[in-house]
């Protein structure tokens, strides 16, 4: 076992490891860092879904076109501008004018108040932003939505000309900056323009898949914990994959009960090694895909054979009507986070790798041990409900590794629809 090692009683230890290694290697650590940024740069932006169960501190998923940034502090939003500074000062100092391309949902408030808090971020750090989606490409003109507080977000139409995106008025962007998950495919529209485009049009729903991420996070954290004498389970989550699943048809049901039942044993016997009193479980969620849906828990292969008509139509389709045909088996981590009695979650906002937002998701209707980005969520400020001074620190470090392993994923096709 390593060095640093979990007690009898092992709540809150994982918090004590990583908080020890940023007093007494802060200097090794920001090394390790710059070192792994050096080849490939991170994206501008993403958030960090975490589950902190005591033992055990892990992302669960990582959104490379991040809604919620309307939730950040005044304090958060500051940071963001002078992160947002940073970024393309050390990774693109030429660009001056962006182009934001949102999702079509313009009746959703709150995110069109992500919306206008994103462009005042990127506008007060210096930049000239228009904002615009794709659904201006068959109405060609611009138009005008109302945020949850009143703001107006227009969004203007785009074109393009020979291998240059420009705005209907003439405005170019140097940099273009997705906030539409692209579920249903990359836009020919976007296809070998001459301009940056972050996250890539790869990245997009349509073929990331989770599993790659936590590929790509686990070698990364692997790394990270063999430089600095920590056991690499304290911060990563098994998993395995199931391929092709029709829950509706009961297919490949089989497939995800074997794999349930993997991956829960290798999680009694980390349990075992450290003296922990749990039962394990799992989460089955789709491979890819956003908004919380088709996630389920499990206990055992059993309840996956067992599963009712309810769940499994619940199960089947993702955003947009998509059939949920893929899925990941990951280890569930219970939280120990509670915000006035309700569980909660860390949730990290990330410009390029620098934590911006530090918060948490909070659900009155869930358990420690169910998927909290559901019916009944609410966000709260972590500074406000966690006396430990150090804990945006101790979330970001982790959080940041997530940032960059997103960059490290690979996929051979840019384009496919």
Aim: hydrophobic share 35%.
């Amino acid at each position: 076992m390593s060095s640093q090692t979990l007690t009898d009683s092992p709540k809150n230890n994982v918090s004590n490891i990583l908080k020890n290694l940023l007093q007494n290697n802060k200097k090794e650590v920001d090394e390790w860092f710059a070192t792994a940024s050096k080849n490939t740069s991170p994206f501008f932006y993403n958030s960090v879904d975490l589950r902190h169960s005591g033992f055990k501190l892990a992302p669960v998923d990582t959104n490379l076109f991040p809604a919620g940034f309307n939730n950040l502090n005044d304090y958060e939003r500051e940071q963001a501008v002078k992160s947002t500074r940073e970024f393309f000062k050390t990774y693109y100092p030429n660009v001056k004018n962006i182009l934001l391309i949102t999702e079509d949902h313009t009746r959703n408030v709150y995110y069109l108040e992500n919306i206008y808090v994103l462009r005042q971020i990127i506008e007060n750090a210096g930049f000239n932003l228009q904002i615009s989606n794709f659904a201006t490409l068959e109405t060609d003109e611009e138009t005008t939505a109302i945020s949850q507080s009143g703001k107006e977000v227009t969004f203007k139409p785009f074109l393009r000309k020979d291998d240059t995106i420009e705005m209907k008025d003439g405005f170019t962007p140097d940099f273009i900056l997705i906030n539409n998950d692209l579920t249903v495919g990359a836009p020919d529209i976007l296809k070998d323009i001459e301009q940056e485009i972050s996250p890539p049009v790869g990245f997009g729903w349509y073929q990331r898949r989770k599993t790659s991420h936590f590929d790509a996070y686990n070698n990364l954290a692997n790394d990270f914990c063999r430089k600095f004498d920590i056991d690499p389970w304290l911060i990563t989550t098994y998993f395995r994959k199931c391929g092709v699943v029709n829950f509706k048809e009961k297919k490949g049901l089989e497939c995800v009960a074997k794999r349930v039942g993997e991956v829960i044993a290798k999680i009694q016997k980390k349990y075992d090694e450290y003296g922990i009193k749990e039962t394990p479980y799992v989460f089955i969620k789709s491979d890819r895909g956003t908004y919380g849906m088709g996630i389920m828990t499990a206990q055992s292969s059993t309840e996956v054979l067992e599963m009712g008509k309810k769940i499994r139509k619940k199960m089947n389709t993702i955003k947009g009507g998509t059939l949920n045909t893929e899925v990941i088996i990951q280890e569930g981590v219970p939280t120990i986070d509670k915000v006035e009695d309700h569980p909660a979650e860390p949730m990290m906002y990330m410009i390029g790798s620098n934590p911006v937002g530090c918060m948490y998701r909070l659900n009155t209707k869930k358990d420690s041990y169910g998927n909290l980005n559901a019916s009944g969520m609410q966000f709260a400020s972590i500074k406000n409900h966690n006396s430990d001074k150090n804990i945006c620190e101790i979330l970001g470090l982790v959080s940041k590794l997530a940032s960059h392993a997103a960059a490290w994923e690979c996929y051979v096709e840019s384009y496919s629809i």
